[in-house]
């Protein structure tokens, strides 16, 4: 049930890392799972990575100055 004129047709497309674009209407049912198993990264893992750049963007966010609203 594979609709090879609908693929042609399709104007949306995924940018995956590494520079591959596949047509939207593939991505899905025939790209999904290979491409999450290569790019995907344990959340445990990404919230270490981004720790240290998270509590710098707040540490910058506390030295902001604002105008009073007076």
């Known amino acids: ?3 090879v004129e609908r693929v042609k047709r399709c104007a949306i497309h995924y940018a995956v890392p590494g520079g591959k ?6 991505y899905n049912s025939l ?3 290979k491409i999450e198993k290569k790019y995907a990264v344990p959340l445990e893992v990404w919230q270490k990575q981004h720790r240290e ?3 710098q963007k707040h540490r910058n ?3 902001l100055s604002f105008p009073s609203k007076e």
């Open 1 to 3: 049930n594979f609709d």
């Open 21 to 26: 674009v596949i047509p939207f209407c593939t």
């Open 31 to 33: 790209h999904r799972e």
């Open 53 to 55: 750049q998270n509590i």
């Open 61 to 63: 966010l506390k030295s």
